[in-house]
């Protein structure tokens, strides 16, 4: 059975997993986790989401590092910990490439079709919990920060806030933003039926962020805070996962 922690103890237990989940990043995580202890006691599967990825880099940062390239790193790194903590998890794509059908020569026919792929994926695991992983882009350079954005599905709207919560305490506790419903154009958060988040882990337009963002150690504190806050919402008030 998960128990409580608080959100700083948890921080320092997953601090003690990172060496190891480091030198585990070496190999490519597996598409799935599921110890023996996670599947009896029902728990959900966290559907791990690499934003963008082939033909659709995302934003370019200002060091020159591609969105995709980001969220892939800090999705595998999440995934490692996931692991680690016994949670049952899956990734919507595990590298840069992405295997379109030949017929589709436009670059707008493949990203709905990668979207709607990740739809059918996610729609189609019992019990998906969903955390989208992008990086944010503005034109106001001085903005910074993680931000998170939720679904209208139940429970969507408590996972963002505890993502928020714990993402503010390991970048940024000076950080305002709280969390808000996503914009109803994004395709794929419009379209899951289970509770879901899409995290902006940073402002790739930011040039201090974007150099933390570049870094595997920010990245992997990155990926302990988003752990972190999705053990705060299996344990959190109405849920069942306790």
């Known amino acids: ?134 990086q944010n882009f503005f034109p106001k350079k001085s903005a910074h920060g993680p931000q998170a954005f939720y679904a209208k599905t139940a429970g969507s709207d408590i996972l963002a806030g505890c993502m928020a919560k714990s993402l503010d305490a390991a970048l940024l506790p000076e950080n305002t933003r709280e969390a808000k419903p996503i914009a109803p154009k994004i395709y794929l958060m419009k379209n899951v039926n289970c509770p879901a988040v899409l995290v902006e882990c940073g402002f790739l337009s930011n040039a201090g962020e974007a150099r933390l963002l570049d870094t595997g150690a920010y990245r992997l504190r990155v990926a302990m805070s988003l752990t972190s806050g999705y053990l705060s919402y299996l344990n959190s008030k109405g849920n069942n996962y306790q």
Not at 17 to 36: F, I
């Open 1 to 134: 059975m998960i128990k409580v922690f608080r959100l700083e103890s948890v921080l320092l237990v997953l601090c003690f997993l990172a060496a190891v989940a480091a030198a585990a990043l070496c190999l490519r995580a597996p598409e799935k986790s599921l110890s023996a202890a996670a599947e009896s006691e029902k728990l959900p599967i966290l559907v791990i989401d690499p934003g963008h990825g082939g033909e659709d880099g995302g934003a370019v940062s200002v060091t020159g590092t591609h969105e995709s390239v980001i969220n892939l790193d800090i999705s595998t790194r999440t995934a490692a910990l996931a692991g680690l903590t016994g949670l049952p998890y899956r990734m919507t794509r595990m590298s840069e490439d992405i295997d379109y059908p030949s017929e589709l020569k436009k670059v707008s026919q493949r990203k709905l079709f990668d979207q709607q792929s990740r739809v059918s994926f996610i729609n189609g695991t019992d019990g998906a919990i969903l955390l989208s992983i992008h």
